[in-house]
Nanobody
Framework: QVQLVESGGGLVQAGDSLRLRCAASGRTFDGYVMAWFRQAPGKEREFLAAIRWSSGYTNYGDSVKGRFTISRDNAKNTVFLQMNSPKPEDTAVYYC???????????????WGQGTQVTVSS
């Protein structure tokens, strides 16, 4: 049974840093792509970043390019999202996802975590 468990969310001031974690278990993820999405109230789920587990190849959404960094620790089956210089508009529930392709839409991912709330105060 695949499980993705996010952690690291909370309240942060604008300009500070925050690192989210996604612990993956239940299968081998070597051939998978891991991604981060977020969803704010009343808005669609938005693609942030993705990383191919085997090669480390990454892709970013325009809204976070240059501010957020996705990485992975293969030995610990963990994916991270480093959030630098967050803004109040980054406030949302952040989700980890796993799928077979480097997709930028939620429909490209098979497995999802429960989400972690990130609130950025001004």
């Amino acid at each position: 049974q695949v499980q993705l468990v996010e952690s690291g969310g909370g309240l942060v001031q604008a300009g500070d840093s925050l690192r989210l974690r996604c612990a993956a278990s239940g299968r081998t993820f070597d051939g998978y792509v891991m991604a981060w999405f977020r969803q704010a109230p009343g808005k669609e789920r938005e693609f942030l970043a993705a990383i191919r587990w085997s090669s480390g190849y990454t892709n970013y959404g325009d809204s976070v390019k240059g501010r957020f960094t996705i990485s992975r620790d293969n030995a610990k089956n963990t994916v991270f999202l480093q959030m630098n210089s967050p803004k109040p508009e980054d406030t949302a529930v952040y989700y980890c996802a796993a799928g077979g392709d480097m997709a930028i839409t939620p429909w490209g991912y098979d497995y999802w975590g429960q989400g972690t709330q990130v609130t950025v105060s001004s």
